[in-house]
């Protein structure tokens, strides 16, 4: 598959999101249409047990840049998001959290660098302070997550203030080469993928972008910190062996 008609892929992974996906595509769709986007938009549902697939084919009907990709069974974000860059068409992709964390209208920051020559465009929450965070997260979530993100750079040697940040723009053919190579399915996927981007020698720029706090996030810092601190530990191993840097 390759990228030809259409200009932005939005990738947006879900699990159990009947209650927050109307929204998120009100907002997505709003924003295309406003700025005339060649779209499409591909939710990802990742085993949700709710109604999150029948409410995307339901607005199917009536938006037909919409697209649902169905996981085969709850395999967690990384492999949500890989499912769906791999799939994408877009000369630009970009995926997001489902619940906007990164309202839809930063996309343009990404767009813009991408536009620029640059190959990959990251958002993040600490690149500006705390005054890019409309809701701030509460005291012990900056804590871990400032920990986190310091272990990562130290262990992963990556030149980032946030690896985390759900929000990250690639050309069609960056995503192809990191995708693909693309091996932790949960939480800890982003370390690799940023990983991946700078041993193929792409161009990344790292943009403060406006971010609020959900509580309803799912995530936990200290089970699935735990985890993630394993995946790094597999991604240094990856590395060592050479996966990264064999041809696809």
């Known amino acids: 598959m390759t990228a030809q008609n ?9 699990y159990n999101e009947s209650a927050r996906l109307p929204a998120t595509l ?16 591909i939710v990802v549902n990742d085993g949700s047990t709710d109604s999150t697939a ?33 799939a994408a068409t877009g000369k630009i992709l970009l995926f997001t959290d489902s619940d906007l964390s990164s ?25 500006g302070g705390r005054s890019s965070q409309t809701q701030p997260q509460p005291i012990y979530r900056q804590f871990f997550g400032r ?25 069609y053919t960056a995503a192809q080469q990191i995708f693909s190579r693309q091996t932790i399915e949960r939480w800890g996927f982003d370390p690799e993928i940023m990983f991946i981007a700078i041993k193929r020698g792409y161009k990344v720029k790292e943009l403060t972008v406006s ?4 509580e309803r996030t799912r995530m936990s810092y200290l ?3 735990m985890q993630m601190l394993r995946e790094l530990m597999t991604i240094r191993w990856n590395a060592i062996r050479g996966r990264y840097s064999k041809s696809k």
Not at 6 to 14: E, K, L
Not at 211 to 214: G, L, Q, R, S, V
């Open 211 to 214: 971010w609020a706090h959900d």
């Open 223 to 225: 089970r699935d910190g």
């Open 54 to 86: 029948a409410l995307v084919r339901e607005r199917m009907k009536s938006e037909p840049a919409l697209q649902l990709l169905e996981n085969p069974g709850n395999r967690g974000k990384g492999y949500s998001v890989r499912h769906g860059m791999l």
């Open 103 to 127: 309202p839809i209208g930063e996309a343009t920051k990404l767009f813009d660098a991408i536009r620029s020559g640059y190959d990959v465009a990251i958002g993040s929450r600490w690149l």
């Open 6 to 14: 259409t200009d932005y892929s939005f990738v947006i992974p879900a």
């Open 147 to 171: 920990c986190f993100n310091l272990t990562t750079r130290l262990i992963m040697r990556l030149p980032f203030a946030d690896t985390q940040c759900g929000f990250k723009a690639f050309t």
């Open 26 to 41: 009100d907002a997505v769709f709003e924003c295309i249409h406003r700025h005339n986007w060649n779209a499409e938009v």
